[in-house]
């Protein structure tokens, strides 16, 4: 004799309750937090190391918080800028968890800051599963990658409530195809503000951060936003 | 590679649902949004990996897809979308980010055994 008995749990209910509590923590400290995701080699390093100059410069006290697999690069990288910056090390791991946010956020301030980048670690398929309790996800796609990749790894850009496009200053040189990969990101993400920059030409940059500073910290196309 | 952290979270959190004296499980249903971007075969994969040595070693996984449902505010109605890479009505293509369903991962019910152990010798 088998017997059916009902259970109805979500899989990621221990995230996803980690991420909601988070979410209350920056809305409690009236911090804007994103949460950036693309494939490896889309230059989110590169932007948000200007994006971070030009915060500091202008008296913003933003703060990064970085995963990779290994190394502490990107966060010796980034604090040239004069920010608060923290890197996580996933040994391996192809996303960030709500856990591994909250324990490196320990000791610090959230009153005192400003804006809080997380960088995601390099990947389209994992990350978009995970709520980190931010405000506002960015998904960057850089012009040396495929117009159509949209379209082969939706889930990723649906998800994103800002679309980055990276790199664009040598959009000519790899005769990149604007019209192509505006349409591809239109069919999976209908709503998403997009924005062209390029780290290295410092276009695009302020208004990034403006669209970053000015999201509220509660919202956004995350898992359950009906909850937050 | 996710799906070893979903398959681990599926056995922990079974495990933590399950009773000191609850009969075997036989099967854990799950319905996994195809927006979660879990592969089957790599859950299957790693649900077996993450249930060694616990009390869902011999219970076996089954996977339901659930695809994606939009409301279309033209429409007025929910949608089913063919696929996951085109967020527009597919009656009339109004576009839309509202999704109602295919986005979860969730346990949805355990099959028990409820023969006692031991009790056909």
């Known amino acids: 004799m088998t017997r059916v008995v009902e259970l109805k749990k979500g899989v990621l209910e221990k995230n996803d309750l980690l991420a909601r509590s988070l979410r209350a923590t920056y809305t409690e400290a009236g911090l804007p937090v994103s949460n950036w995701v693309s494939s490896p080699g889309t230059g989110k390093t590169a932007l948000l190391e200007a994006l971070l100059t030009e915060a500091v410069n202008g008296g913003i006290c933003a703060a990064a918080l970085v995963g990779d697999c290994a190394t502490d690069n990107d966060a010796q990288r980034l604090a040239r800028s004069g920010a608060p910056v923290r890197q996580i090390v996933t040994e391996g791991m192809c996303h960030l968890e709500a856990d591994m946010i909250s324990e490196h956020l320990v000791d610090w301030d959230l009153n005192s800051l400003d804006l809080l980048v997380i960088e995601n670690v390099g990947n389209l398929v994992c990350p978009s599963g995970f709520d980190l309790g931010e405000s506002t996800r960015v998904a960057l796609l850089s012009v040396t990658e495929g117009e159509d990749k949209p379209l082969k790894y939706p889930q990723i850009f649906h998800s994103a409530d800002v679309i980055v496009l990276t790199k664009v200053d040598i959009a000519d040189a790899v005769e990149w195809r604007r019209e192509e990969a505006y349409a591809a990101l239109r069919q999976v993400n209908p709503v998403a503000r997009i924005i062209e920059t390029s780290a290295r030409r410092g276009h695009g940059v302020s208004d990034l951060l403006a669209t970053l500073m000015s999201s509220t910290p509660v919202g956004g196309n995350t898992l359950t936003p009906q909850e937050a | ?121």
């Not at chain 2, 854990?28 to 077996?48: C, K, M, N, Q, W």
């Not at chain 2, 616990?54 to 429409?75: G, K, N």
């Not at chain 2, 929910?78 to 295919?102: I, K, Q």
């Open chain 2, 1 to 121: 590679m996710h799906e070893l952290s979903v398959a681990h979270a599926i056995v922990s959190t079974v495990v933590e649902a399950l009773p000191e004296d609850a009969p075997r499980v036989l099967e854990v249903r799950v319905r996994i949004g195809v927006l979660s971007g879990i592969v089957p075969e790599a859950l299957t994969f790693a649900y077996d990996v993450a249930a060694h040595g616990t009390r869902l070693a011999d219970a076996a996984l089954h996977i339901e897809r659930a695809p994606v449902v939009v409301y279309c505010p033209t429409c007025e109605a929910e949608m089913l979308l063919a696929g996951t890479n085109d967020f527009h009505c597919p009656a009339c293509g109004t576009p839309s980010n509202d999704v109602r369903d295919g986005k979860d991962m969730e346990i949805v019910s355990l099959v028990l055994d409820d023969e006692p152990i031991g009790a056909t010798s």
